[in-house]
């Protein structure tokens, strides 16, 4: 069974449509990556199967009950880190532990606190607050924060997007890792098709808005752990690349035909400069 | 067809800091062939904007010369179109008055109308035609940029100047302004120099790609031709596997610079100064 679905689900903002009846259903321990352009629904989609916001028609499940609100099982990493700027990284960290394990003995809630600041490899940074942190390490603190509250379901939103190019390559290859290791059931949502393949085992494109639906999905049986610099020699990267952008540009193009006019433009007119 | 319609010799830039001077940029070595697409990639930080700067005539070079159709780059003029990562569009204007703007400064010769119809056609050619009188607030980031396409296309300019156009959109937006720019680029057959660290983007629009050094003193390390006729096809280019050689080689060369790459500027090696000091002590405290 689904550990995750939603089932024919709308959603608008005031007179914007954002998403148009998606199903989507989620197996337990599977990576599933919806790609799609900016504006086009992503973070509603996420917010949708957190709980922070509730459909205008269909339903969210997990685990066949109805989601009405945000849980423990269901952690989430924004692309703005949402960390409190008056906290450590650590305490920032151990707060969710706290939330979630208030049952646990002090000593195993600080273990716990400890063992996922550590696997982001943040030991040497714990005691600083989020202002004296790069991008980067702010976002490895988020993640250790949702990881260690032990979540069935990991959610996040393009939490690489925020991020300069090197910075995003590292924690690719770190969320490769936590992928392949945790056994965490994931549903990541970005705009980047190679941060896709080299996470998911199935790739989902959202349409360009408004009204957003899903695409065609694409499975990935590239074999774990995959390695950034080998994927350029797999024909199947090279393969499901192409057909995921031309798939998401051909939403774009096809339904305002706005780019009709170029044709007709290019032929009819040249000009040159008059001095 | 001109070989050396753009030539960037001995280019340096250094600025005088209390340690000495630091230098930025040292003997860049660049030649365009008239209607040639070159691009620069680099990490950031390594020089790369700079030298654009200079050649937009809006930095003054410390050492060497820019030459462009025969004639010395001493300032900013009409004849080099400049897109920036942002647009920088006046946001009281629509965009057809955006574009509008320059082509008045330009084509001041033509009749109104005239002018009307050289701005509405370029944003007709980035897929701007039913948007000419929204103002940039109404537009989406990624019609904002198009504007900027068109804006320095519509001045018909000599040469183009690209410093990373696209690096503040999503990566799928930046797909499809490509695309834009590369209609464009075909259509007006302009000489292009484009700095980006984006990896595919150089491939996909240029004839060369030039791979910068990582800064202080940073220079041309190494030249690409990119092998691929055009009209190029996305599509079909996407699926070759030589492009995934090419990337895979300018993303090793950039991962070796990373790892080599020297103290960074803002910590100079001998800090002697006083004032240095003296500044430091007084943050710390």
């Given amino acids: 069974m689904a550990i995750l679905a939603l089932h024919d689900v709308s959603k608008s903002y005031g007179s914007t449509h954002v998403l148009s009846q998606i199903s989507l259903s989620v197996e337990a321990g ?62 920032n960290v151990e707060l969710a532990v706290e939330q979630v394990f208030s049952h646990w003995p002090k000593a195993k809630r600080l273990a716990q606190t400890e063992r996922f600041i550590g696997m982001v490899g943040l030991e040497h940074a714990r005691d600083r607050k989020p202002a004296q942190l790069s991008g980067g390490m702010r976002q490895r603190v988020a993640l250790a924060r949702a990881l260690a509250a032990d979540p069935e379901v990991l959610l996040m939103d393009e939490p690489l997007s925020a991020l300069d190019a090197l910075t995003r390559a590292t924690l690719q290859d770190g969320l490769e890792r936590i992928a392949r290791t945790s056994g965490k059931t994931i549903v ?16 989902i494109p959202l349409s360009a808005g408004p009204a957003a639906t899903l695409g065609p999905e694409f499975l990935i049986s590239i074999p774990r752990p995959r390695e950034r610099r080998a994927l350029n020699h797999s024909p199947e990267f090279r393969r499901v690349r192409t057909q995921v952008v031309d798939y998401l540009l051909s939403t774009k193009r096809a339904p305002s035909a706005e780019r009709a006019p170029l044709a007709a433009a290019l032929s009819a007119i040249t000009l040159e400069p008059s001095t | 067809m001109n070989q050396k319609y753009l030539e960037i010799s001995q280019l340096g830039k250094s600025f005088p800091t209390p340690t000495g001077p630091a230098i930025i940029v040292k003997d860049f070595n660049l030649v365009l062939a008239e209607g040639e697409f070159v691009s620069v990639i680099g990490h950031s930080g390594c020089g790369k904007s700079t030298v654009l700067s200079i050649v937009a005539g809006l ?146 629009l240029s004839d060369r790609v030039v791979m910068m050094t990582s800064g202080p003193e940073a220079h041309v390390g190494e030249i690409l031709q990119v092998p691929f006729a055009r009209p190029r096809n996305r599509h079909q280019l996407m699926e070759s596997p030589e492009l995934y050689e090419l990337r895979e080689h300018l993303v090793g060369f950039l991962e070796d610079q990373a790892h080599s790459s020297p103290p960074s500027l803002s910590a100079p090696k001998a800090r002697r100064s006083s004032f240095w000091d003296l500044l430091r002590s007084r943050t710390v405290g």
């Fill in chain 2, 59 to 204: 930095t003054e070079s410390s050492d060497g010369a820019v030459i462009l159709a025969g004639k010395e780059v001493l300032e900013a003029g009409p004849d080099r179109g400049v897109v920036f990562q942002a647009p920088c569009l006046l946001a009281w204007l629509s965009a057809l008055d955006n574009v509008k703007l320059g082509v008045d400064q330009v084509f001041g010769k033509k009749t109104n109308k005239e002018r009307i119809a050289i701005a509405s056609h370029y944003l007709a050619l980035v897929g701007l035609g039913d948007a000419l009188h929204k103002r940039p607030a109404e537009l989406s980031a990624g019609m904002r940029q198009r504007v900027g396409l068109a804006r320095a296309f519509a001045l018909s300019p000599r040469l183009l100047l690209l410093d990373e156009p696209f690096g503040m959109l999503d990566s799928l937006t930046r797909i499809e302004l490509q695309d834009v720019l590369l209609e464009l680029w075909a259509h007006d057959k302009k000489t292009a120099l484009m700095v980006t660290h984006d990896v595919d983007e150089a491939v996909f």
């Fill in chain 1, 30 to 91: 599977e990576v599933v990556v919806i790609v799609g352009f900016s504006g086009a629904g992503k973070s509603t989609l996420i917010s949708l199967l957190a709980g922070l916001d509730q459909p205008d028609s269909g339903r969210v499940s997990f685990r066949g009950k109805p989601v009405r609100a945000p849980g423990p099982e269901r952690g989430v990493v924004f692309q703005n880190y949402s960390l409190l700027p008056w906290l450590t990284a650590f305490e």
């Fill in chain 1, 188 to 203: 990541l949502v970005t705009n980047d098709v190679d941060e896709a393949i080299l996470l998911a085992d199935r790739i």
